[in-house]
Structures are given as structure tokens and as C-alpha cells.
């Protein structure tokens, strides 16, 4: 069954990094795109960046532009989101998606981490 | 930019029906697919509905997804309502490289 395992969530100081991971199973994995989403503590779901099952197109949030980068490893089934200047708005489990193989969707979630950017 | 719009709450009684709808702010909601996740208090979220009308394998037939063109419009209806369909439900569709949520519905079943 497909299984996504994320971590590397914790405390971080305003302007701070930290990068995110999500171990991958269950499915093949550079067949799919994947993406990550947000939700902020009481607040909605929010779309942050995916990248394409080859790695060749990135795309990204305005919200979360220039400052995250998102990443996979083939070798390893795991998706990376690496986060540098993070802000206190940033705060937010962050839950790693497989795409539907479509482009236009969500199949499957891990179960989140959360990372909260405070001092 | 394109914007999904969901009402905040709906209720209903165990073994009725519910539907909620979600409204595209422009262009065509039915140029680009819709899905709908639910994310019960506490998890993570789950697709209950893919591509316009499709569930995945698990899923109820309970619950099925529509689109009307005419109000620019997705739904989602589940029927024979449980206690255990209490939760959020979020629309969600892509647009030139984004990918929209609406702001979710709370679904209370009393």
C-alpha cells in the first residue's frame, strides 16, 4: 500500500532553515509528481510547491517563491522541501501528496509534520 | 487569480443528505478536474472524490461529485449520512501551475 512518511519538522527561529522530508513507499515512485501542502494551526489547506515525476519542472506558491525549494532523490524514494528565511506565517503542518497522475490533484497523503517559527 | 469558494458550515441528521457546493471566482470550473478531501479533527486529509466525479477504491458510494457549468460550480453530495462523516471538506482544482483549495466546509452531522 502507498505509504508517505514525512519528518524533519521542529522549532526554528524567525529567518531560520530547515528541510523536510518524505520517505516514499508502496508505489513507483519516479512515476509520479509530488507535491507538498500547508495548514496553518485552525486554518485551511494550502497548496505549497510540486515538482514533476522526472524533476524536471518546479513550481511554487507565491507565497512561499524564491525562499523553498523542493527536491527528490530517485535513489532513496524520497521527496525533499527545503526551507530557508522562514517567517512566523510559515507556521503549519506540513503533509507531503502523490499526485493523481494527472497533474490536476491530490491520491494520497502522508500523515504531516509540523514546524512552527517562532523565537 | 482563480479562487474556490465553499460555504463555512452545513449540518444535517444521521441517514439524510448533504451537499456542498464549491464555486470557481472565473474562467470555467470545468476546464480542470475537481477533487474533494475530507480531514477528519486530528488526521491528515484523504480524496474522497477525484477528477470531477470518480472515487477511489475504499470510498462509499455514499458519496459522488458533480460539476454544474451553468453556476460554475462543483459539488459534493453524501448521502445516508454517518456520525462518522463529521469533518472538514475541502474542494480543490488547478489553475496555470497552481493548485486552488477552497477554504473548506465543516460538516456537522447532529
Known amino acids: 500500500q502507498v505509504q508517505l512518511v514525512e519528518s524533519g519538522g521542529g522549532v526554528v527561529q524567525p529567518g531560520g532553515s530547515l528541510r523536510l522530508s518524505c520517505a516514499a513507499s508502496?508505489?513507483?515512485?519516479?512515476?509520479?509528481?509530488m507535491h507538498w501542502v500547508r495548514q496553518a494551526p485552525g486554518k485551511g489547506l494550502e497548496w505549497v510547491a510540486v515538482?514533476?515525476?522526472?524533476?524536471?519542472?518546479?513550481y511554487y506558491a507565491d507565497s512561499v517563491k524564491g525562499r523553498f525549494t523542493i527536491s527528490r532523490d530517485t535513489s532513496k524514494n524520497t521527496l525533499y522541501l527545503q526551507m530557508n528565511s522562514l517567517r512566523a506565517e510559515d507556521t503549519a503542518v506540513y503533509y507531503c501528496?502523490?499526485?493523481?497522475?494527472?497533474?490536476?490533484?491530490?491520491?494520497?497523503w502522508g500523515q504531516g509534520t509540523l514546524v512552527t517559527v517562532s523565537s | 487569480n482563480f479562487m474556490l469558494t465553499q460555504p463555512h458550515s452545513v449540518s444535517e441528521s444521521p441517514g439524510k443528505t448533504v451537499t456542498i457546493s464549491c464555486t470557481g471566482s472565473?474562467?470555467?470550473?470545468?476546464?480542470?478536474?475537481v477533487q474533494w478531501y475530507q480531514q477528519r479533527p486530528g488526521s491528515a486529509p484523504t480524496t474522497v472524490i477525484y477528477e470531477d466525479n470518480q472515487r477511489p477504491s475504499g470510498v462509499p458510494d455514499r458519496f459522488s461529485g458533480s460539476i454544474d457549468s451553468s453556476s460554475n460550480s462543483a459539488s459534493l453530495t453524501i448521502s445516508g449520512l454517518k456520525t462518522e462523516d463529521e469533518a472538514d471538506y475541502y474542494c480543490?482544482?488547478?489553475?496555470?501551475?497552481?493548485?486552488?483549495f477552497g477554504g473548506g466546509t465543516k460538516l456537522t452531522v447532529l
Open positions: 501528496a502523490r499526485d493523481l497522475g494527472d497533474g490536476g490533484g491530490f491520491g494520497y
Open positions: 480543490q482544482s488547478y489553475d496555470r501551475s497552481n493548485w486552488v
Open positions: 515538482i514533476w515525476y522526472d524533476g524536471s519542472n518546479k
Open positions: 472565473s474562467g470555467s470550473i470545468a476546464s480542470n478536474f
Open positions: 508502496g508505489f513507483i515512485f519516479r512515476t509520479y509528481g
